[in-house]
């Protein structure tokens, strides 16, 4: 199975940016990750990272050729991207969405998911374990 891992905005400063909510793991780090976790259950995994919605749609929009199954952190585009709810849709592959902080025990804007229901899963509030937990979901689903 070939994956397609694609982080929204922000999520380069993973390390830096409130480390307390998002753990001290870089982006890089994350990535290695996300090639290992998928590589012990032989499955692949791209990695993408932008700060530009635009960027982040026609990341989803390749992924119907060169993917299985997406794993998505729209970082704040969460709560209002409908472009990016609709590119979900529109590429009708399987759709993880992964948040490193629990979104629904944060600032009231922050607890609505604008992707959510177009996802087949959503995990939230479990570090970078998300990740792992998101890969192997959708690679036990292809089974």
Known sequence: MRISVINGPNLNLLGTRQPE??????????????????????????????NHEGDLIDRLHEARRSAEGVV????????????????????????????LSNIKEREAWRRDSVVEAVCVATFAGRGVDGYRDAILHLAAAAE
């Open 21 to 50: 909510i998002y753990g001290d793991w870089s982006l890089d780090r994350l990535d290695k990750a996300c090639r290992d976790w998928a590589a012990e259950v032989g499955a692949t995994v791209d990695t993408y990272q932008s």
């Open 72 to 99: 998505i952190n729209p970082g704040a585009l969460t709560h209002y991207s409908y472009a990016i709810r609709d590119a979900i849709v529109a590429i009708e592959l399987p759709t993880v969405e992964v948040h």
